[in-house]
């Protein structure tokens, strides 16, 4: 079978979901001189604002998943929830880049877990649950505590909580609501980090330097880079990435959330088939963005420079609590002259959505985490 041909500048890129990911792949996108298309249930979305075409239909319209697939040259994700069906009628008339099977072992907890055990890769033990008798065999066999998720659409922190207690079974169990779940044994973990690999439809495989990641009500706050953790280990870390995408076959970007335990070891937690928001520092702290990235792994250009512009970078979320009572201080967060801005065209502000984020590239990662962070507070702060 003959090589695909590259993707060149000038072509359509389709993207499947509109929020804020799909935003700054539009922009990379654009800048390289691609035109975009966004597919996605929402209207005046983060992405379609910035696109060149904002398809609105429901992902489960197969007609109109195929008229949105016959109008451009390659299909990518900005999130991995989309349902199966819409990648595979997306497929029928346009590349999906990643595949398809990337999307269905990384959007249900239980196939990705089951699939990173079965070649090998560290995960925490777990337990498909579908009963309470397996819930309480669960605990029997890997202990308390632990975590219990629904095994699909969890991100941010829903859809899972922590099971202290035999007592509290009955309950945890019930807050399921019938969905399948996965119970995991705890993690005493020292610190998160990831991973964001790239790789072209020939096998060329790039990564990012390793990210450190900080969480606040299980929510993203901070994320520096480099982490700090040995060389070595950060270079396990990118192998442990590679195989993985490798594994999967993936043509395009792959993010590898891992803990780092106490005793040194790395775990694989989750992976994203997209950009990342751990990886939103990329935009002013490397040579190359994520989302540069992605279109060029998808499009079959090479891959770009994943160097770090100054020795540290570090990024803070913005949340929609910055809103309340009223608009953040713009001017004093920007007082910096490092600082970086970037918003994500939502109206509604509320407590938890991700409205924006600052980045910043300095000297040290502690100097670029010091500056971010106090930046961030100045958006609100009195006087």
Known sequence: MAAAKPVPPGAVIGVLGSGQLGRMLALAARQ?????????PESDSPAGQVSDVEIVASYEDQDRVRAFARGVQVVTFEFENVPA?????????APVRPDGHVLHITQQRLREKTFLRDRGFPTTPFRRIERLDDLETAILE????????????GY???????????????????????????????????REISVIGARTMTGEFVAF???????????????????????????????LARGILESLNVVGLLTVELFVTRSGRLLVNEL??????????????????????????????????????????????LLGHLWIPSTPAWTA????????????????????????????????????????????????AIG
């Open 209 to 239: 330097p390793v990210f450190e990641n900080r969480h606040e009500n299980h929510i993203l706050d901070v994320t520096f880079a480099p982490a700090a953790i040995p060389s070595a280990l950060a270079a396990e870390a990118i192998e």
């Open 85 to 93: 069906i819409t990648s595979r009628t997306a497929a029928e008339l």
């Open 142 to 153: 890997l202990g308390l505590p632990g975590i219990l998720k629904t095994a699909s659409f």
């Open 272 to 317: 994203a088939p997209r950009t990342h928001n751990s990886g939103h520092l990329t935009l002013d702290g490397c040579v190359t963005s994520q989302f540069e990235q992605q279109v060029r792994a998808i499009c079959g250009l090479p891959l770009g420079s994943t160097a770090l512009r100054r020795p540290g970078a570090a990024m803070a979320n």
């Open 333 to 380: 967060a920007l007082a910096d002259p490092d600082v970086k801005l970037h918003l994500y065209g939502k109206s509604d502000a509320r407590v938890g959505r991700k409205m924006g984020h600052l980045t910043i590239a300095a000297d040290s990662t502690d100097e670029a985490v010091r500056r971010v962070v106090a930046a961030r507070h100045r958006l609100t």
């Open 156 to 190: 941010d922190g829903k859809g899972q909580q922590k099971v202290a207690t035999a007592a509290g079974l009955a309950a945890a169990f019930a807050a399921l609501n019938g969905s399948e779940g996965i119970y995991e044994a705890y993690v005493d973990f020292e």
């Open 32 to 40: 390289l001189g691609y035109r975009v298309h966004v597919y996605s």
